[in-house]
């Protein structure tokens, strides 16, 4: 079956502008997350829904990041007057459920550059 | 304060040679800990998870795990490495109870060497 999508694979854009990253999960998997990963460094958590809410969105770094999954399947990371600090990998990954004992399935990615 | 350390960022091992990758934790309440390896140009993919019971967990490709509640520790191990075996490998914690949180380590890179 299909796994998680990411669109764009790559995003260029210049600093200040808006993106939205976009997130297709496996289907019938409530839970989904978003995760930044920097060259070198493991995935850092940003934010989990289950379902249409955010369930713990902790990991945001500002108010410049936000993220929306309204009818509990495509979610959009949104990131607003971007900075040179934002370039990274963000990863999306879903599960069948919110519990934690559930493994995460991850997608390939949005390679996001800030110029 | 949650953390995963994984003190080795590569690890080199012969081909059929057995193999450990190192993982320690700290956090509060029960420990869910995960194996997630990365292969070039593909998303991260689960190995393997420890939850509860036994504390050796078997996964995928004929990896285990180790879960040491003692030493806080949750290595990864293969009896015997393969060159495909080559990858980054990362090691996460959920965090405190009562959150989603998910830690991961800063991985660490497998060569097996023909």
């Known amino acids: 079956g299909a796994g998680v999508s990411q669109t764009p694979s790559n995003k260029v854009t210049e600093k200040g502008k808006y993106v939205e990253l976009r997130c297709d999960p496996i289907s019938g998997h409530t839970a989904l997350y978003w995760y930044r990963q920097s060259l070198g460094q493991g995935p850092e958590f940003l934010i989990y829904?289950?379902?249409?809410?955010?369930?713990?969105d902790s990991g945001l770094p500002n108010d410049r990041f936000f993220a929306v999954r309204p009818e509990g399947s495509v979610s959009t990371l949104k990131i607003q007057r971007t900075e040179r600090g934002d370039s990274a990998v963000y990863l999306c990954a879903s599960s069948l459920r919110g519990d934690s004992t559930y493994e995460q399935y991850f997608g390939p990615g949005t390679r996001l550059t800030v110029t | 304060a949650q953390s995963v350390a994984q003190p080795e960022d590569q690890v080199n091992v012969a081909e059929g040679n057995p193999l450990t990758v190192k993982c320690t934790y700290s956090v509060s309440g029960n420990p869910y800990l995960f194996w997630y390896v990365q292969y070039p140009n593909r998303g991260l993919q689960f190995l393997l998870k420890y939850i509860t019971g036994d504390n050796l967990v078997k996964g995928s490709y004929g990896f285990e795990a180790e879960f040491n509640k003692s030493q806080t520790s949750f290595h990864l191990k293969k009896p015997s490495a393969l060159v495909s075996d080559s990858a980054l490998y990362f090691c996460?914690?959920?965090?405190?109870?009562?959150?989603?949180?998910?830690?991961f380590g800063t991985g660490t890179r497998l060569k097996v060497l023909a």
């Open positions: 829904f289950q379902g249409t809410g955010a369930a713990d």
């Open positions: 996460a914690v959920r965090g405190d109870s009562g959150t989603y949180k998910y830690i």
